[in-house]
């Protein structure tokens, strides 16, 4: 049919490096689920990116297995999304290699994340950390995605990937699409309940700044109810009130209310009511998120057989891609 668009390709992925988080699931994950049936969307988990930082082995496949439950009890639907293991598919480490012959030493110095990041591990800077761009870059042209949700930290990351691509395509002909990279109008940037000038991070020295998707409902209105706030008792959206702020853009991502409904509800209330709102709200949000994971976790063949099946279709998708990159070099196939 003549107005039968085919439907773009979306690709994006998140580092199962510890528990999945409220600011994982309102700026990232929330949004996957609902570009399903407007897209082909591919998911991965990128767990080949988490050993830039050094990991321990129980606790890294423990990681692994809950972040995939967590994010499939999200709502990820494998009849129509692809959702993989990015380590099973063994095109990624091959192109992140390729590519990485046509990239440059000066560019990749130019990363903040690879900046701040050897900063804050300056005991292990490694050439993984250094080259971690370049793996993205592959996850995200072996599929030839068409769009690119990410966080605003990555969007210099999405840059380089179109450098990248453009510059392979250059001396190549036209082997990879050029991804636009986007993030997504109602993904919030969720900050730490504790201090709200840093990200909502499950690596957070106190544990009440980082909300958990799987935290129970008391624990959530815990964390809630001690957020930082400020000495004014007004609830506005205004310069200087960062906690308030972030309370305010996680009960709006979860209510769906505007800033300006908010403020108008809660005018002339005290912070306390407004907190209890806010964690009653979102532990109403996490309420089936939660019940499903339990499902899901107790059942690990089905898990098994929902990945396996990803990864094989995965797969045979970037397999065409790579295997088009090695005959374009010259490599005896
Ligand atoms: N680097 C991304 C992050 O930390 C995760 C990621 C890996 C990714 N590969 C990707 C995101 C490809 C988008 C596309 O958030």
């Not at 986007?182 to 919030?188: E, H, Q, R």
Request: hydrophobic fraction near 40%.
């Amino acid at each position: 049919m003549e107005n039968e668009k085919k439907k773009e390709i979306v690709f994006s992925a998140i580092q199962p490096s510890g528990t999945i988080t409220l600011g994982n699931y309102l700026g990232a994950v929330r949004n996957w689920v609902s570009m399903q049936d407007e897209y082909n969307c591919i998911y991965a988990l990128a767990d080949l990116h988490t050993i830039t930082v050094r990991q321990e082995p129980a606790a890294m496949r423990k990681n692994i297995l809950d972040a995939y439950a967590s994010i499939m009890a999200c709502g990820i639907d494998v009849e129509k999304s692809i959702f993989f293991i990015q380590s099973h598919v063994h095109t990624h480490a091959e192109l992140a290699w390729v590519l990485s012959c046509y990239t440059q030493f000066g560019e990749l110095s130019r990363m903040t994340q690879f900046k701040d990041k050897s900063a804050k591990h300056a005991d292990n800077i490694n050439a993984g950390l250094f080259t971690y761009p370049v793996l993205m870059a592959a996850d995200i042209l072996l599929y030839q995605a068409d769009k690119v949700p990410v966080g605003a930290d990555q969007k210099q990351h999405i840059e380089i990937t179109r450098d990248i691509a453009e510059r392979f395509n250059g001396i190549y002909g036209n082997v990879f699409k050029i991804p636009d990279g986007f993030i997504p109008k109602n993904g919030a940037r969720v900050m730490s309940l504790q201090d709200p000038s840093k990200k909502m991070s499950k690596s957070d020295e106190n544990v009440n700044g980082c909300v958990h998707l799987l935290d129970p409902p008391e624990v959530i209105m815990k964390k809630f109810k001690r957020a930082i706030t400020d000495s004014e008792a007004s609830v506005h959206y205004g310069e200087g009130k960062d906690g308030v702020n972030n309370l305010m853009a996680i009960y709006s991502a979860v209510t769906g209310l505007s800033y300006e409904q908010i403020e108008h509800d809660f005018d002339g209330r005290g912070y306390g009511d407004f907190k209890t709102a806010v964690g009653e709200a979102v532990a109403e949000t996490l309420r089936p998120i939660r019940e499903r994971y339990e499902q899901l976790v107790k059942d690990k063949a089905y898990l098994e057989d929902c990945y396996r099946k990803a990864d094989e279709l995965a797969l045979k998708i970037s397999s065409r891609t790579m295997n088009k990159v090695m005959k374009k070099i010259g490599f005896v196939l």
